[in-house]
């Protein structure tokens, strides 16, 4: 896949993630789309370094959009850790 690919895979896995992981987040709507489109580069990477599992060459491929998803999870609570969670009262 190209490079304009995983940036739309991203874009999508991080709306994705949001809607798994609801509420407001320190950086709003820009801080959620730089977050999906990092998460799919980072879970693809996890995905071929440690799950022996390379990411495939489809954009429609099942296992390179729970790559993604995952990745954007990750760092969707990473970022919530590192800089709060607006949920808290």
Request: hydrophobic fraction near 55%; proline fraction near 3%.
């Amino acid at each position: 896949m190209g490079i304009i690919a995983w940036i739309i895979l991203g874009l999508l896995a991080g709306a994705i993630a949001k809607f798994l992981l609801p509420g407001r987040d320190p950086g709003g709507l820009l801080g959620t789309t730089v977050i999906g489109i990092l998460g799919a580069f980072v879970g693809g990477w996890i995905s071929s370094r440690w799950l022996d599992h390379p990411v495939s060459k489809h954009f429609f491929d099942g296992a390179t959009w729970v790559a993604a998803i995952g990745g954007s999870l990750v760092l969707l609570i990473a970022y919530r850790l590192v800089f709060g969670n607006s949920r808290r009262s």
